[in-house]
């Protein structure tokens, strides 16, 4: 890197900077279509022969160098205008504006673009059996209290009607995991999360519910409804650009995680939704309910939606056995 005293001087700076690079690059550092006839090198073919220079993480300089090629090939490839480029530029600036802690528009927006999804099936690829993984979406929260089984995560005055979950933990042999814990959040019966109330002052409807030894656990709350996600902000506009809505179908999210055991992030569908899902079904006995934890005016509706499911996680070592076939 040229010196302070360099920089400063006029008749030095562009020499100094020039030198910091070689005339010719291996054609193998760029896309093909980075190159031009009848010149020694593209500005693409600059920045990374730069980061080539001076990067000293490995990593670091196989991240940027792809993004670098890919970014300048998806210019070249649409054809990107200024006004394009200061429409995105003004897309990013208020993503980053209008996020907050229980907020934040730059998932939204790798989750309505499919990379959350992609990232999680590179960084945990699934065995055939085991249950498939998805995104935790904007509204996870690190504050939700731990809990035993058998509990309940809902707040007095939660609105919605009463449901039972109740799931088993397995690995892929059919053995009961030990030392499980459910992470859960979820909508209330008005679509909206914890989060999302102005007067929030703790967690509710979301808790880390300690399965028994045995691979149980089971806890009691409301049943989550549909809801739009957040479309106020730059995501939202995104959408409507190309043509989507922001609608999202009831369901319940989960990271389960134990020892020696991959972590499994995933969310179910209920199958009255309009995607696939398991099948909750309905109970109007009122000493079924006192067996599931409810206590008397805990059902306002004359029923509850009782939900099962078997979770099946994979191992640690199941899960390195895929990477490495990549």
């Not at 700076?13 to 006839?37: C, M, N, S, V, Y």
């Not at 054809?79 to 990013?92: F, S, V």
């Not at 209290?145 to 979950?165: C, N, R, V």
């Not at 053995?175 to 509710?204: I, M, S």
Request: charged content about 25%; some cysteine; hydrophobic content about 35%.
């Amino acid at each position: 890197m040229a010196s302070i005293d360099v920089m400063r001087d006029p008749t030095k700076t562009g020499k100094a900077i020039r030198a910091q690079i070689r005339d010719t690059i291996p054609k193998d550092l760029a896309l093909e279509t980075d190159f031009k006839e009848g010149t020694k090198y593209t500005i693409t073919e600059h920045v990374i022969k730069l980061m080539d220079e001076l990067c000293k993480d490995p990593r670091t300089l196989k991240v940027f160098t792809s993004l670098v090629k890919h970014l300048h090939a998806f210019a070249r490839e649409t054809g990107l205008t200024h006004d394009e480029w200061r429409l995105a530029i003004e897309m990013l600036t208020r993503a980053g504006k209008e996020s907050t802690d229980f907020k934040n528009e730059f998932i939204l927006l790798s989750d309505t673009l499919g990379l959350s999804v992609l990232l999680d099936e590179l960084s945990h690829p699934r065995p055939d059996g085991a249950t498939e993984s998805c995104e935790e979406g904007p509204f996870f929260t690190v504050d939700a209290p731990e809990l035993p089984s058998g509990t309940s995560l809902i707040k007095d005055g939660t609105l919605g009607e009463a449901m039972f979950f109740e799931c088993t933990l397995k690995n892929l042999k059919g053995e009961p995991v030990k030392g499980a814990k459910l992470e859960v959040w979820q909508a209330d019966g008005d679509g909206l999360y914890d989060v999302q109330y102005p007067d929030r002052v703790e967690a509710n409807n979301r808790a880390r519910i300690i399965a028994t030894d045995d691979g149980i656990a089971n806890f009691h709350g409301v049943m989550p409804t549909a809801y739009p996600i957040p479309s106020d902000g730059p995501v939202g506009d995104m959408l409507a650009a190309t043509g989507r809505h922001p609608h999202r179908a009831s369901h319940l999210h989960f990271h389960i995680t134990a020892p020696g055991y991959d972590t499994l992030t995933t969310a179910l569908y209920p199958d009255f939704s309009p995607f696939l899902g398991t099948d909750p079904v309905l109970s109007a006995d009122k000493a079924e309910w006192a067996n599931m934890g409810f206590k008397e005016g805990d059902v306002t509706t004359g029923r509850v939606h009782i939900w099962k499911y078997a979770f099946v996680l994979a191992s640690n070592e199941e899960v390195a056995a895929l990477k490495a076939k990549k």
